[in-house]
């Protein structure tokens, strides 16, 4: 059958189809931040626009929009609201048993105040995690850490998306630059160390920024010495990993010495006044005094080994050789029908003759990172205690309380599909692709906005990875500078996508107020973009920062 091929002007006029393609999105973000409603609705309102756009305007046959939907919809429940649902588990069975308290007691031993408990938590644990797992896994587990630590579900949302920009380029042993090479050809090694020289500046930022968003400028002040180790023994590994190594380890070997190194510090420092943080009754958070009380090591030891038994399963399940061997047992993998080779993407978003889209659902439940976090709750269940029978009730509790986010999470994914197949996220691209001079700023926007929209470094790569060779080569730009920034500027929208915003709130059992978490976040994201914007625009013009570009 021919493919459909998309058309990236339906209209005839530029202006007039860019505005008719922000709708969906406008739409969305207004309902959730501006008229507060509810998220799950907002998502399908959302959805329902974007195919009334997409078979109404961009003409697309119903069918392929009918399959695309399913296709997304899909994706969301697997992996990632497999991924939320076994986290929440996981998390459900330590606050029945009583762990997480001690947890939160034990933490504040090693690090009593919270400011430093949020570079510990949210920003170096956090990357560790990325590295490894990535789909949202370190915003749900950090956030949830951080709930029971005292933090407000505010704070514990909006700082944990925030810290979580900076390792999401090499998140999940560096699939997002790794699938930028499958889709554009861009040697692997070279863009690694591209994004190596930009991010780790922002990566030795983020400390110092999440701790003034939390406790403002002067809360900085007593605990700047834990930010700047953080910081520096996250970025510099960053840099050296990336440039000499390549993109798979960055995140595991940066956030493992950022952890290390603040671990380090404070066995030597500690702030001069320490801001505590006790949860009253009601789980709100609050800053106020908590005495130190003393903690059993037996207990101590439990509270931290269903957390340690988490890493090591998502370590092991993280590891290629875990993943391709669980695969030869069993990873069933179906072509979508009515959507597998039926859409044609055109020039210049992809060079001439390029294949139709390939539409094919991976069922690799095995080797999937929600598998290994099923497994680690489950050993973990039986280490504290519970029967089978109790941790099958745990889990259907679970399931309900989850409801809501696993639709919301399925209706994105699937109004982000269909924008992907019916053309209109192409449209906003090209219209920052058409700026001329100014590119290399619009272009690192473009990566922003491309993971606002799909929720994924590794979709907006693969959106608009090859938009972006295009057109730096029409320029005399490098090819690999702005496939760089497609994933540095794409991580700073990581923070206000909608998937990772009701992952935040399901995990701090906050759903229903994404408008709060999205309102708190977007400004952050909108300002470091913008830094980043201006950095790539220094190094595509500027000496002396032309010097780090790689050739």
Known sequence: MTPWPQNYDPFGNAVLSTLAAAIPVVLLLGAVAVFHVRIHLAALGGLLVALALAIGIYHMPADIAAATTVYGAA??????????????????????????????????????????????????????????????????????????????PLHASGLALIANTAPVAFGSLGIPITTLEQVTGLDARLVSAMVGRQLPFF??????????????????????PAALTAGLAFAVPQFLVSNLHG?????????????????????????????????????????????????DRKKVVQAWMPWAILTAFILCWGLPQ?????????????????????????????????????????????????????????????TMGFTPVAMLRAYGKTIWRVRFSLL???????????????????????????TGTLYPFFG???????VALTGSDTASNVLFGSLQKITAQQLGLSPILMGAANSSGG???????????????????????????????????????????????????IAPFTSMVVK
């Open 75 to 152: 994706f969301g429940l697997f992996p990632i609201g497999w991924i939320i649902l076994n986290v929440i588990f996981l998390y459900q069975l330590t606050v029945q048993r009583g762990l997480f308290e001690v947890l939160r007691d034990s933490l504040a031993r090693v690090a009593p105040d919270a400011r430093i408990q949020l570079i510990l938590i949210a920003f170096a644990f956090g990357a560790f995690v990325e590295g490894m797992a990535g789909f949202g896994t370190p915003v749900a587990i950090t956030a949830a850490i951080l709930i029971q630590l005292g933090f407000k």
């Open 203 to 224: 990566s030795f930022l983020i400390p110092f920024w999440i701790v003034v968003a939390f406790a403002g400028w002067r809360g900085l002040k007593g605990v700047w």
């Open 247 to 295: 993109p798979w380890l960055v995140d595991i070997i940066a956030g493992a010495s950022a952890i290390a190194a603040t671990i380090l510090l404070l066995r030597v420092w500690q702030p001069r006044e320490i801001m505590r943080l006790e949860r009253p009754a009601d789980g709100s958070g609050g800053t106020v005094a908590t005495a130190d009380v003393m903690l």
């Open 322 to 382: 875990t993943k391709t061997a669980l695969d030869k047992i069993t990873a069933p993998k179906f072509t979508v029908p009515h959507l597998h080779l039926r859409v044609q993407r055109m020039p210049p978003v992809v060079p001439p003759n390029t294949p139709a889209e390939a539409a094919e659902f991976k069922f690799n439940y095995l080797s999937a990172t929600g598998t290994g976090i099923l497994l680690a709750a489950i050993v973990a269940g039986f």
């Open 408 to 434: 919301t999470i399925a209706a994105m994914l699937a109004l982000g599909n269909v924008t992907k197949y019916a053309g209109t996220d192409a449209t906003l691209g090209l219209a920052l692709a058409h």
């Open 444 to 450: 690192t926007l473009l990566g922003w906005l491309g």
């Open 491 to 541: 991580v700073m929208g990581k923070m206000v996508d909608a998937q990772s915003i009701v992952v935040a709130s399901t995990a701090t059992n906050w759903y229903g107020h994404e408008g709060a978490i999205l309102r708190y976040v977007f400004w952050h994201s909108l300002a470091l973009a913008i830094l980043m914007g201006i950095f790539v625009y220094l190094q595509a013009y």
